[in-house]
T-cell receptor
């Protein structure tokens, strides 16, 4: 069975500092991988995704993530945090065997950005 | 505007009173899904549908029903709600082909007393 682990339910960084949100997954086959962001009182929106091809993927708002098969990781980074990045971030995996439609989400990491 | 809509956005009800949360998308997506979000647990998939009349269970289907009679609509039905179904519910849709990005609705906050 697939699972997703996000290390750290809360992460706090200073404005301008590096953002690193960790995601590890378990899957018997290479999955599709996603990061979504949720701003307060809103639904989720896609930050970036990995399905096939280049393992370093770039998303919106300056975020990027690298798929490392050997480490079963898909960590999210941003070189310089901005106040507007404060939100909750979810890592998700889906099973290509179901056409990519059965999706497992991590528990989420809330990012705080200090001025 | 391309969007997923949910109604109602907020609902307070009592144990055992049947309710339906509607979900509609205007993007002609084949795939739709329901999730519940609880603190510390992230989003858990309740049911998903790969097309009209095709549905399957997610990880937490107990106590819920769905139907997919039209491509655009995917209602979530709670036949006999219980307090442990108090949660924030999200509907999502995705095209069958392409990158599998899911588009989420704004959420429905349900409280069962």
């Amino acid at each position: 069975a697939q699972s997703v682990t996000q290390l750290g339910s809360h992460v706090s960084v200073s404005e301008g500092a590096l953002v690193l949100l960790r995601c590890n997954y378990s899957s018997s086959v290479p999955p599709y991988l996603f990061w979504y962001v949720q701003y307060p009182n809103q639904g989720l929106q896609l930050l970036l995704k990995y399905t096939t091809g280049a393992t370093l993927v770039k998303g919106i708002n300056g975020f990027e993530a690298e798929f490392k098969k050997s480490e079963t990781s898909f960590h999210l980074t941003k070189p310089s945090a901005h106040m507007s990045d404060a939100a909750e971030y979810f890592c998700a995996v889906s099973d290509p065997g179901t056409g990519g439609f059965k999706t497992i989400f991590g528990a989420g990491t809330r990012l705080f950005v200090k001025a | 505007e391309a969007q997923v809509t949910q109604n109602p956005r907020y609902l307070i009800t009592v144990t055992g009173k049947k309710l339906t949360v509607t979900c509609s998308q205007n993007m002609n997506h084949e795939y739709m899904s329901w999730y519940r979000q609880d603190p510390g647990l992230g989003l858990r998939q309740i049911y998903y549908s790969m097309n009209v009349e095709v549905t399957d269970k997610g990880d937490v289907p107990e106590g819920y029903k769905v139907s997919r009679k039209e491509k655009r609509n995917f209602p979530l039905i709670l036949e006999s709600p219980s307090p442990n179904q108090t949660s924030l519910y999200f509907c999502a849709s995705s095209p069958r082909t392409g990158e599998r990005e899911q588009f989420f609705g704004p959420g429905t906050r349900l409280t069962v007393l």
